[in-house]
C-alpha cells in the first residue's frame, strides 16, 4: 500500500472538494485525487467561466444602452482576447482558491486517474491507498445528439463557452439552463443565434409562466427559437455547418450541443468494487450517497436527478458526515434550487404549477411582476415575476418560480421559507426592505389572497 487514509475523494469539483474539506474539519485523515484541474468542471469548464462571459455581456449590453440614463459610451465593443484571458483568469484564480484551502485543511492531492480495487480501496497509476471510506465526485461529461460527433465546428458547452472567436452566426441545440446561458451571451455580443429545444417550451424544467417570459425577451433580443423539433442532418464543413430542424435548414459557424450530459463513471472499475449503476447510467445510492458497496458514496454529477453545483457540495457534504458517523441529514432533493444566469435570470425551487396540480394537490397563486416595485423601475427589471404556488388547504409554499435581473439571489428567502415550512402567511408578513426587488416576493404573497400592495 502506498498509504492509508480514512477517506479519499475521487474528483475536485465542487462535490468533492467540499467532501474533502468536511472530512478534514471532521478530523479525518483525507485526500483528494485529481486527474485535471482543482475546483473541477464546474470552476474551469462549466459554471464560471460561463459566468463570467455572461457578465461581460451583461456589461456590454448595459453599455451599449445606457445613454437614457445619462451614461453616454461611445464606441463600445468586445475585445474577445481580452474577455477570453479574463475567463481562465476567473478560473485559474477560484482553482487556486481551492488548492489553498486544501493546503490550509492539511489535504494532499494525488494527481492523476483514480479507480477502485474490487476491496474498495483506490487506485492511482502504480500506487494503490487503502481507503476507510471513498467519496466518488467524478461528475459528468457532455454527450452529442445520436449520429453527431463533437469535433471542430460541432462544440459542446465549454467549446461555445472557449471559441476562438467571436461567431456571427451560432445554433444552440438544448434550451435547458446551460443551452439557454449561451444563446442569451452570443446575442447580447451581436452574433445571430438560433435556440432550438425538441421539447414544447424553452427551459423545460420551468413553469409555464416563467419560460414563456424568457421566451418572450430572447425573442426580444433577436434570439430565433425553435421548440419541438430535433435538429437533423447535421452536415459539419471546414468553416460551417448546416442542418435541419423541423421544416426549416441553417448554416452557422458553430453548432453547440447542450442537450445532456452522462456521469463520469468510465475508468472507475465500478461492477468489480460491488458499485451498482441506476439505468441511467448514475450510481446508485441511498439518501447519505452511501452505494451498493458500503464503503463506497457517491455524490455530485454521479447521483440523483439534477447535476448542479451547489446539489454536489451538499451532497459532499452529507456523504462525509456519514462516512466518519457523525449526526447528519440527507440532501433534501425536493428543495434543490435551479438557477439559470439567462438574461433575465431564472430560478425555482420546488413544484411548478402544472407538477402541483398532477401530484393531486388543490393549489392557489400569488403572481407579482418585479416592475410593479419602485425597485423594478429604478433598477431596469422591467420583465421580472415572481410566482408562487401554494397548497390552497394550509398554505404551504410548494414551489416559487422568479424570472428577473437578479432571480438567482432572490430565491435564496423561499429556499429557507420552504425548508423551514413556512406558508405563505407568513411570508406576506416579513417586511422586506426597500427600494428591493425582493419586495415582489412579499407582493407575490400577498397576492395568494388577492391583496398585493402594488398589483
Ligand atoms: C456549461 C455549464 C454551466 C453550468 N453552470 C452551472 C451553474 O451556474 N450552477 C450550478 O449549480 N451548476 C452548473 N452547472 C453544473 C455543474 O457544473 C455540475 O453540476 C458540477 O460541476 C458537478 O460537480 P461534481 O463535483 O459532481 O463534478 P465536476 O465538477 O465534473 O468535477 C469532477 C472532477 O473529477 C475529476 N475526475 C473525473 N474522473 C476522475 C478519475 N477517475 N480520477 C481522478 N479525477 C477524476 C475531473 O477531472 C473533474 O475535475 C453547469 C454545467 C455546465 C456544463
Do not use: W
Given at each position: 500500500m502506498a498509504d492509508s487514509f480514512d477517506t479519499i475523494v475521487i474528483g475536485g469539483g465542487p462535490g468533492g472538494y467540499v467532501a474533502a474539506i468536511r472530512a478534514a474539519q471532521l478530523g479525518r485523515k483525507v485526500a483528494v485525487v485529481e486527474r485535471d484541474k482543482a475546483g473541477g468542471r464546474c470552476l474551469n469548464y462549466a459554471c464560471i467561466p460561463a459566468k463570467t462571459i455572461l457578465r461581460t455581456a451583461e456589461i456590454y449590453a448595459e453599455a451599449k444602452g445606457s445613454a437614457d440614463l445619462g451614461v453616454v459610451a461611445k464606441d463600445v465593443s468586445i475585445d474577445w482576447d481580452a474577455l477570453g484571458k479574463r475567463r481562465a483568469a476567473v478560473s485559474d484564480s477560484l482553482s487556486s482558491g481551492v488548492k489553498m484551502l486544501w493546503d490550509k485543511n492539511k489535504i494532499p492531492t494525488i494527481e492523476g486517474e483514480a479507480s477502485l480495487t474490487p476491496e474498495g480501496n483506490v487506485k492511482v497509476g502504480d500506487g494503490v491507498y487503502e481507503a476507510g471510506s471513498v467519496i466518488l465526485a467524478t461528475g459528468s461529461v457532455a454527450l452529442p445528439i445520436p449520429g453527431v460527433e463533437f469535433g471542430g465546428r460541432i462544440v459542446d458547452t465549454w467549446g461555445a463557452w472557449s471559441l476562438p472567436e467571436l461567431p456571427k452566426k451560432i445554433a444552440v441545440v438544448g434550451a435547458g439552463a446551460s443551452g439557454s446561458?449561451?444563446?442569451?451571451?452570443?446575442?447580447?455580443?451581436?452574433?445571430?443565434?438560433?435556440?432550438?429545444?425538441?421539447?414544447?417550451?424553452?427551459?423545460?424544467?420551468?413553469?409555464?409562466d416563467i419560460a414563456k417570459i424568457v421566451e418572450r425577451v430572447f425573442k426580444k433580443q433577436g434570439i430565433e427559437i425553435s421548440t419541438g423539433a430535433p435538429v437533423e442532418n447535421v452536415e459539419a464543413g471546414?468553416?460551417?455547418?448546416?442542418?435541419?430542424?423541423?421544416?426549416?435548414?441553417?448554416?452557422?459557424?458553430?453548432?453547440?450541443?447542450?442537450?445532456?450530459r452522462v456521469a463520469d463513471t468510465g475508468p472507475l472499475g465500478l461492477r468489480e468494487a460491488g458499485v451498482e449503476l441506476e439505468e441511467n447510467g448514475k450510481i446508485k445510492v441511498d439518501p447519505y450517497g452511501q452505494t451498493t458497496n458500503p464503503k463506497v458514496f457517491a455524490i455530485g454529477d454521479l447521483?440523483?436527478?439534477?447535476?448542479?453545483?451547489h446539489k454536489a457540495s451538499e451532497e459532499g457534504v452529507v456523504a462525509v458526515e456519514k462516512a466518519a458517523g457523525v449526526e447528519t441529514h440527507p440532501v433534501d432533493q425536493e428543495l434543490m434550487v435551479g438557477a439559470t444566469f439567462t438574461h433575465p435570470q431564472v430560478a425555482s425551487v420546488g413544484l411548478t404549477e402544472a407538477a402541483a396540480k398532477e401530484a393531486g394537490h388543490e393549489v392557489k397563486i400569488g403572481k407579482q411582476k418585479i416592475a410593479g416595485e419602485g425597485a423594478g423601475t429604478v433598477y431596469d427589471d422591467k420583465d421580472g415575476l415572481v410566482k408562487l404556488v401554494i397548497d390552497a388547504k394550509y398554505g404551504e409554499v410548494l414551489g416559487a418560480h422568479i424570472v428577473g435581473n437578479r432571480a438567482c439571489d432572490m430565491i435564496a428567502e423561499l429556499v429557507a421559507t420552504m425548508a423551514l415550512e413556512g406558508g405563505y402567511q407568513e411570508l406576506s408578513r416579513i417586511v422586506h426592505p426597500h427600494p428591493t426587488v425582493s419586495e415582489a416576493v412579499l407582493d407575490a404573497a400577498r397576492a395568494v389572497d388577492g391583496w398585493a400592495i402594488h398589483a
Open positions: 446561458e449561451i444563446a442569451s451571451a452570443y446575442a447580447r455580443f451581436g452574433t445571430e443565434v438560433i435556440l432550438i429545444e425538441m421539447l414544447d417550451q424553452i427551459l423545460p424544467a420551468e413553469d409555464k471546414k468553416s460551417s455547418v448546416k442542418f435541419t430542424y423541423g421544416d426549416k435548414s441553417a448554416e452557422v459557424d458553430y453548432l453547440c450541443i447542450a442537450g445532456g447521483v440523483n436527478r439534477k447535476a448542479l453545483a
